[in-house]
């Protein structure tokens, strides 16, 4: 506990909790990378799904860009919250829950992104997406549900 009480006292962290501008700041910044990141996913995984159809799966690749910048925002204001208060967050479970449905939803990304970029075209010729696509897309809605919920209750459990 001495390095996160270390942490908690840094001036940065004390800008975040004792002002009144580092702890909304990072707050709606997390609220905007979170719906950046859970909107880019949810049309994404639609479109998987077959909604959307007249947008080709090449041209996913642009938006999840935008979903890795909605993680780097989440990164950065999640981290900038974590150490204002973490000897708490450190042992609240859904905190923790919520963290693991985080690192869960980045890695789905990161390999729908790879199957995408690699057989999209493929997708497209053969007017069907292979189950690999349609598991991928159904955990991902499930990850980023679940992490959504989990953070809602970090203030309440």
Known sequence: MGFLNWLESTAYSQWIVSGLTGWPLML???AVGLAIIVGVMLALNLRVFGLFRPIPY???HGLMAIGWVGIGLNVFSGVSLFVAQASFYITNFPFLFKITFVILGIGNLYHMQKLLKRDAVS???AGAVPRKGLV????????WTTA??????????
């Open 28 to 30: 709606s910044m997390h």
């Open 58 to 60: 090449t041209s996913l």
């Open 123 to 125: 997708w497209e010729a």
């Open 136 to 143: 991928l897309a159904g955990t991902s809605l499930a990850f």
């Open 148 to 157: 959504v919920v989990a953070g809602r209750l970090i203030a309440y459990l």
